[in-house]
């Protein structure tokens, strides 16, 4: 597995990055204007400053909360990094993560390679942890929230959601422990060839097991829960700010699990297309004005998502900037070999 990231390819990663938000940010316009500019006029006008700061302030916490996450998966594996430092990497990566591939899930371990030595077959299971837990703590928000709202149809959806997810919950706690032996029969049937290969496939599993423990794996996806849940409150109060003092976190729960979950089956970079179709289509349902719909999806998209992407790009040029050119030491390069 080997990841170069040259200015050039960041370069280009971050014209797509702003062309991405450029694009977004004109597609709203349009669509709110053509909802009826004086819907519009008058949503703007509803939107209430401290409703906007607590859905700031609820992103915050819930970045808090992944930057943990993170770190109590990587003490998991040895890795002896500092919580800022990973704090630092892990931002960086949102201003590359609206992009083909998910390059900024990428530039993460190659950020830890180049500082610290740390070789891609022991930092990678940090991405398949952080994958994993989201998706688990997404399908539970949003099965809970299902369960808790009024209609015995969307109950039946939370059940048969609940229901899966504890079918790919107990796929990913044996997962581990199968890989392994999959890893040993395909070199059996390759004739034992390319040991090396088969040797970083197997120390990968064995790697990933340790942050696919019952304990670790809890913990990371109850963090994640808890994070996701905190901008379904948020996404309340924007509503409540709007006037709609029915609103709760329920349905706010609901909005962003199931059109962040909406977003990742279109396979656009951060969701993009998806995820606001989604989000607007569920803002509809529970009886917001489509003006006022489209105008909440955008604040929390821009705030949620698209703030976050802009301060990494801020950091990255300092990130690459800042790797040390001298070369690694014995200990890191022992590091990175095990």
């Known amino acids: 597995m080997k990841f170069t990231f040259s200015p050039a390819l960041v370069k280009k990663a971050e014209r797509w990055v702003i062309a991405l938000i450029g694009s977004t940010v004109a597609v709203t316009l349009i669509v709110t204007l053509l909802a009826g500019r004086e819907s519009f006029s008058a949503s703007l006008q509803a939107i209430s400053p401290t409703a906007l700061l607590w859905l700031i302030g609820l992103t915050i916490f819930e970045s808090t909360v992944r930057f943990y996450r993170y770190d109590i998966a990587a003490r998991a594996l040895g890795l002896k990094i500092p919580f800022w430092r990973l704090m630092y990497y892990y931002t960086v990566g949102y201003g590359l993560l609206p992009t083909p591939g998910k390059v900024g899930v ?11 030595g740390i070789s891609y077959s022991r930092s990678a299971p940090l991405l398949i942890m952080d994958f994993i837990t989201d998706a688990l703590a997404m399908a539970s928000l949003a099965a809970f929230s299902l369960l808790l709202i009024d209609d015995p149809r969307l109950n039946t959806i939370g059940y048969i959601l609940g229901f899966g997810l504890v079918l790919g919950l107990s796929g990913v706690l044996l997962a581990p422990r199968y890989m392994a032996s999959f890893v040993k029969m395909g070199y059996a049937m390759a004739g034992r060839r390319k040991p090396r290969t088969f040797a970083r496939l197997l120390m990968l599993v064995r790697t990933t097991s340790q942050v696919l423990g019952v304990k670790l794996l809890f913990s990371a996806t109850a963090l994640s829960f808890v994070g996701w849940a905190s901008i379904g409150i948020g996404i309340a109060m924007l509503m409540q700010g709007f006037g709609h003092q029915s609103f709760t976190a329920t349905e706010g729960s ?13 396979m656009m970079p951060a969701g993009v297309g998806g995820a606001e179709v989604t989000m607007a289509g569920l803002f509809t349902m529970f009886g917001v004005p489509f003006a006022q719909a ?40 022992k590091g990175s070999k095990e």
């Open 254 to 266: 609901l909005i962003i699990s199931l059109a962040t979950m909406g977003g990742f089956i279109t």
């Open 106 to 116: 990428a530039i993460r371990l190659w950020l830890i390679k180049q500082y610290h």
């Open 294 to 333: 489209v105008l909440a999806t955008a604040l929390v998209r821009l705030i949620v998502l698209w703030s976050t992407v802009l301060v990494g790009l801020g950091l990255l040029p300092l990130a690459l900037r800042g790797i040390p050119k001298t070369k690694l030491t014995k200990k890191q390069k």
